[in-house]
Structures are given as C-alpha cells and as structure tokens.
T-cell receptor, first 112, second 110 residues
Framework: DGGITQSPKYLFRKEGQNVTLSCEQN?????MYWYRQDPGQGLRLIYY???????QKGDIAEGYSVSREKKESFPLTVTSAQKNPTAFYLC???????????FGSGTRLTVV | KNEVEQSPQNLTAQEGEFITINCSYS?????LHWLQQHPGGGIVSLFM???GKKKHGRLIATINIQEKHSSLHITASHPRDSAVYIC????????????FGTGTSLTVIP
C-alpha cells in the first residue's frame, strides 16, 4: 500500500547538534510539506516543495533546512540555530489540485 | 488572531450522543479540510469540501462559504471517535498550502 513513512518516531538530540528527520513517500505525489506541531497551536508550515530540486520557505523556516533530490524523499534538518526545536514534526504530501494531504505518522523530537 | 478558529477546544460526550465541532475562518478559501489526529499523533484525512455537504458513515461535514463556517457532525458517537479533530483551509494561489486550526479534542465516554 502507498503511504508516507517518517523516521524515527522518537528522536533525542543534545543542544548544539544538527539532526535530520526522514520523510519518504511512494504515492507519486509531487508536493511535500513539513509541519511543526506544538501544544495548543495549529500546525505551522516549515518548508514545502512542489517539484524535485525546488523548495520554498514556510512561515517558520528559520533554523531548518531541507532538500528535494528525489520525488520520493524530503528530509528535514533541524540545525543548532533552531532555538526551540522540541516539538512534533509532521510530513505530508499531496498530488495538488483539489486533493488534500496525506500525512506521515510524525517524529517527536526532544532536545536534552 | 488565528485565521482558522475552532470551537469548542475540548468536548466530552456520552457514547451515542450527536456531536458538532465548528470551524470559522476569516479569509477567502478554495477548500476546507477536516482531519482526525489520534493520540499517537498520526493524522488522517476525513473530508475535503468546497461547498455543500459530505457524508461518510457516521460523519457529516458541511460548509457555508458566505458565512465562512464549517461544521463536522458525528452521529451515534463511540469511544473510538475520541481524537483531536482539526480544520484546515486552503487559500487560493498559495500552492496548495493549508492553514490549520488548533483542533478540538473529543473524548467519548462509554
């Protein structure tokens, strides 16, 4: 079955370290998105990509970086410049048009 | 102020009750998305609406574009319906980006 796989499910990071979250989809979707979820807040867009080798900053891109070298993969790196990285991170994909999102199961990142 | 407001924030119901969750938005939209988030964090899509009403099983979603309002109804609620329900709107000319409400946490008690 097609879907989106995020790994790992839980991730612990020491302050000052970069960490990369994986997002892979086999839905043949062109568009992929990274969202951050914090308690009491709606999902906020970090980065999105509508085609391979192209991506755009979302509302809260500072301290994050992405790449889109393959259609199936959209990894997110949380850099040491991100001041408050502890959060739940969700990856989504869409085939665009009138279609909604398909979400991954999320990665919970904790900075220790 | 968030562009998408949901009410109530928290809702507790007895099994079998009819449930309504509301979503109001303040911007022009091209579509509205209702999503369900389970305690483990995974999110599934329930409905995409641009007008009228949609039904799937015990779930019904309606939207009134003029009033900038949508409702999600659950008939004959069951404990397995306990989850966070999230409303998201897509604004025109934003590359299929959605803007999310903060969610309504529903608990259905047996």
């Amino acid at each position: 079955d097609g879907g989106i796989t995020q790994s790992p499910k839980y991730l612990f990071r020491k302050e000052g370290q970069n960490v990369t979250l994986s997002c892979e989809q086999n839905l043949n979707h062109d568009a992929m998105y990274w969202y951050r979820q914090d308690p009491g807040q709606g999902l906020r867009l970090i980065y999105y990509s509508q085609i391979v080798n192209d991506f755009q900053k979302g509302d809260i891109a500072e301290g994050y970086s992405v790449s889109r070298e393959k259609k199936e993969s959209f990894p997110l790196t949380v850099t040491s410049a991100q001041k408050n990285p502890t959060a739940f991170y969700l990856c989504a994909s869409s085939r665009g048009g009138f279609y909604g999102y398909t979400f991954g199961s999320g990665t919970r990142l904790t900075v220790v | 102020k968030n562009e998408v407001e949901q009410s109530p924030q928290n809702l507790t119901a007895q099994e079998g009750e009819f449930i309504t969750i509301n979503c109001s938005y303040s911007v022009g939209i091209s579509a509205l998305h209702w999503l369900q988030q389970h305690p483990g964090g995974g999110i599934v899509s329930l409905f995409m609406l641009s007008s009228g009403k949609k039904k799937h099983g015990r779930l019904i979603a309606t939207i009134n574009i003029q009033e900038k309002h949508s409702s999600l109804h659950i008939t004959a609620s069951h404990p397995r319906d306990s989850a966070v329900y999230i409303c998201a709107v897509r604004r025109p000319n934003t590359g299929n980006q959605f803007y999310f409400g903060t969610g309504t946490s529903l608990t259905v008690i047996p």
